[in-house]
């Protein structure tokens, strides 16, 4: 089953609540995202630890439920 892009945005914001996401359905069918995702969170974190933290946020459902998710992170200060 499909995950929703309100689900997803959900997961993100609840472990990394100050960020803010914007998620977007590449394909119409529930299985290919992009989002992109600010949150304070990651300064001074490197590009894949940023992108690691939104995979734990997203609690093992990469690559299972979610097939496919272009991910943008970034500070609010860039």
Do not use: C, W
Request: glycine residues 8%; negative net charge; aromatic residues 4%.
């Amino acid at each position: 089953m499909p995950m929703d892009a309100r689900e997803i945005e959900s997961m993100i914001k609840a472990a990394l609540p100050d960020a803010t996401v914007e998620i977007k359905d590449l394909a119409g069918d529930g299985d290919h995202y992009a989002a992109t995702v600010v949150s304070g969170a990651f300064k001074g974190k490197s590009r894949v630890q940023q992108h690691q933290m939104v995979y734990a946020a997203l609690q093992g459902r990469m690559g299972g439920v979610l097939h496919a998710l272009a991910l943008t992170t970034q500070t609010p200060d860039n």
